[in-house]
């Protein structure tokens, strides 16, 4: 099992509608879990992150966190075509360390 | 505020040569991190700093991979000597001391011939 997992799409999602995104993780001491958008050719830029059960809002993104089913989501709402993008999934790896695990990335298209 | 600065953007070398890559963080950040990122992949770890400290190098390839920091704030990645397997994209990423959000910089793409 990969210590994080994301399918890698590509999802794909008309203009307007909402794009769910999905990370499962394997460590349950981890506390720590990001999620960057890297477009093609780019860096990956941080968007959210999250350290707390629930749901975390920040504009038209939605981080939710569920620590007992040991996976973290990201919503964008109102998809854009600006949002096609790669959003990889990062987790801390063990309870107060900062080395974290990436996934391998999902692949959004927002179709106009 | 500038972001984090990083130099060559682009590489060609031909194999066994050596590379050297630059890293300046964001200011005030004393956390500095370099990846390896091949395609279709996540960014994958190779050595963090805590200042001039290197406290996490377990994902570095020693016998042909060096990093340094010597003065807590910039930073440079060395392979010598450089395998064709060594071409992928290598970044360097920022963050407050105590904090985890990490800044990425621009990257800097190796390709080893």
């Known amino acids: 099992q990969k210590e994080v997992e994301q399918n890698s799409g590509p999802l794909s999602v008309p203009e307007g509608a909402i794009a769910s995104l999905n990370c499962t993780y394997s460590?349950?001491?981890?506390?720590?879990f990001f999620w960057y958008r890297q477009y093609s050719g780019k860096s990956p830029e941080l968007i959210m992150f999250?350290?707390?059960?629930g749901d975390k809002e920040d504009g038209r993104f939605t981080a939710q966190l569920n620590k007992a089913s040991q996976y973290v989501s990201l919503l964008i709402r109102d998809s854009q075509p600006s949002d096609s993008a790669t959003y990889l999934c990062a987790v801390n790896r063990g309870p107060g360390t900062y080395k974290y695990i990436f996934g391998t990335g999902t692949r959004l298209k927002v179709l106009a | 505020e500038a972001g984090v600065v990083q130099s060559p953007r682009y590489k060609i070398i031909e194999k066994k040569q050596p590379v050297a890559f630059w890293c300046n963080p964001i200011?005030?950040?004393?956390?500095l991190y370099w990846y390896l990122q091949n395609l279709g992949q996540g960014p994958e770890l190779l050595i963090r700093?805590?200042?001039?400290?290197?406290?996490?190098d377990s994902q570095l390839p020693k016998d042909r991979f060096s990093a340094e920091r010597l003065k807590g704030v910039d930073s440079t990645l060395k392979i010598q000597p450089a395998e064709l397997g060594d071409s992928a994209v290598y970044l360097c990423a920022s963050s407050s001391s105590g904090t985890a959000e990490q800044y990425f910089g621009p990257g800097t793409r190796l390709t080893v011939t």
């Open positions: 200011s005030g950040h004393n956390t």
């Open positions: 460590d349950r001491g981890s506390q720590s």
């Open positions: 999250i350290y707390s059960n």
């Open positions: 700093y805590e200042n001039e400290e290197a406290v996490d």
